[in-house]
């Protein structure tokens, strides 16, 4: 198990990134699960930052730990924003409408639910818990 | 986090060279790079991708806003995206809206 601790500012985002590249690495990913499993995070730990504490008023850390079993590697993210369950989001505008006509809202939510195996997430006590799991493959399993 | 956003316009062709990773901290400076190309009513808006190793969706957010200011009339190609980053537009629909190519070609680019 390994654990991080940054600032809550998008500043961090870089430093989260390379700690979960190097999760994923150890948990031996391939480059494209590593690749979803970066954005997956990228896009949850960017909404806690501008929602869950910018836009609230709110200063605060986020607490990563990851953990690699037999089956699975799970990173979870820990933060003291407002409550905020990413899985609440409405879903992007539909996704055949032209560039020009969509509105913003619901991307990167989308992108971050799509791209690992499973997403959790909890409220416990003050804090908000959102955990990320992929599951690891051997190398002779097929895509 | 290692971006940059270099924009070069000449005869009415924006193009706007992306490397390294654009997530929410630098897309700022990719959108400001758009307002510029805008501004100078530009004609067509190229991002030439083949050193951008990553795009979150901040990158498809600025993709959206250059679409919308730029005007309807222009088209935005995007040269050279890396598999991943071209997996992510697929499935968010943003391919439809835009021009992708692997190799700048300047016959199709530049017949105004």
């Known amino acids: 198990m390994s654990q991080l601790r940054v600032a809550g500012s998008l500043d961090s985002l870089g430093e989260i990134a390379e700690y979960v590249m190097a999760a994923a690495g150890e948990a031996g990913l391939d480059q494209q699960t590593s690749y979803r499993l970066r954005l997956a995070i990228d896009e949850i730990v960017t909404n806690i930052i501008l929602y869950g504490y910018a836009g609230a008023g709110l200063q605060g850390d986020l607490h990563l730990q990851s953990t690699v079993d037999e089956n699975a590697l799970t990173i979870s993210v820990v933060d003291t924003g407002v409550t905020y369950d990413p899985r609440q989001t409405p879903s992007p505008d539909n996704l055949d409408i032209p560039l020009e006509q969509r509105s913003m809202g619901g991307l990167g939510i989308y992108l971050a639910l799509q791209n690992v195996d499973q997403f959790n997430y909890e409220r416990v006590d003050d804090r908000n818990r959102s955990t990320f799991i992929v599951h690891r493959k051997t190398s002779s399993a097929a895509e | ?112």
């Open chain 2, 1 to 112: 986090m290692a971006f940059s956003a270099d924009l070069d316009i000449n005869s009415g062709i924006a193009k706007i060279t992306l490397s390294g990773q654009l997530d929410a901290s630098v897309a700022p400076d990719f959108q400001s790079q758009v307002e510029k190309a805008a501004a100078q009513q530009a004609m067509r808006l190229v991002l030439l991708m083949n050193d951008l190793d990553y795009m979150a969706s901040a990158g498809l957010r600025a993709l959206i806003f250059a679409k919308q200011k730029m005007g309807s009339g222009v088209a935005l190609y995007v040269v050279g995206a890396q598999p991943q980053v071209m997996e992510v537009m697929q499935k968010t629909g943003f391919d439809r809206s835009i021009i992708a190519l692997e190799e700048y070609d300047p016959e199709a680019i530049e017949n105004l």
